[in-house]
Structures are given as C-alpha cells and as structure tokens.
C-alpha cells in the first residue's frame, strides 16, 4: 500500500557528513508528516528529526546544528542532511511517515532503517 525506502547511509570519519534519503510510494493520499528516528545498539529508537510538511521542523538537542531535515513535496521524499558527523550518530536510522492512504485512511508507516556508522 504504503512504502518506505531509505538510502544513502554507510561508514564515515569522525567529521565527516552524509545524506540519507527516504522516499515514499504506492496508494498515497496525502502525507502529514516525515522524519527521522535512529536506534543505536541496547538503546531504544529515538526521534532525530521530524518535519510536518507546514514548515515545522523539530530535532533532538543532541543533533540541533549538526543536522538538517528537508521535504521535497513533489517526489514525496524526506532528506537528512548530516554534518560533523561523532561516533555517538552510529545507529540504524529509519525513516517514518505519518500517510494517508487512498484504502485505508491515515496511518504511520517505517522504513526497512539503514546503517549509519561513524568511525575511525
């Protein structure tokens, strides 16, 4: 019905910057919202980012400066832009989507997540 599909992410330097993607496709109605949660091992999943397709961006302190969620409404994608990139931004990053369906109504949908790892 709803799919989400992440890409871009891998192994980077301490520093170093990387830009996950996440598309969404199949029977979309309209989409009320995209974002981003990551979950490091033994950690539970946390909020990175999230934009609510108004203009209203919100971030963890912990990414505030560093990172950059963007929407591009035409193609249904959600960007991450991430700079200065610490080993502490290791985690599976998923992406997640607050999506009205065209059979069955709102509902929240999640990415397959991929790897971000920050290390020397």
């Known amino acids: 019905q709803v799919q989400l599909v992440e890409s871009g992410g891998g192994l980077v330097q301490p520093g170093g910057s990387l830009r996950l993607s996440c598309a969404a496709s199949g029977r979309i109605s309209s989409i009320y919202s995209m974002g981003w949660y990551r979950q490091a091992p033994g950690k539970q999943r946390e909020l990175v980012a999230a934009?609510?397709?108004?203009?209203?961006?919100n971030y963890a302190d912990s990414v505030k400066g560093r990172f950059t969620i963007s929407m591009d409404n035409a193609k249904n994608t959600v960007y991450l832009q991430m700079l200065s990139l610490k080993p502490e931004d290791t985690a599976v990053y998923y992406c997640s989507g607050g999506v009205v369906s065209t059979t069955n109504g709102y509902d929240y949908y999640w990415g397959q997540g991929t790897q971000v790892t920050v290390s020397s």
């Open positions: 934009d609510s397709r108004g203009g209203i961006t």
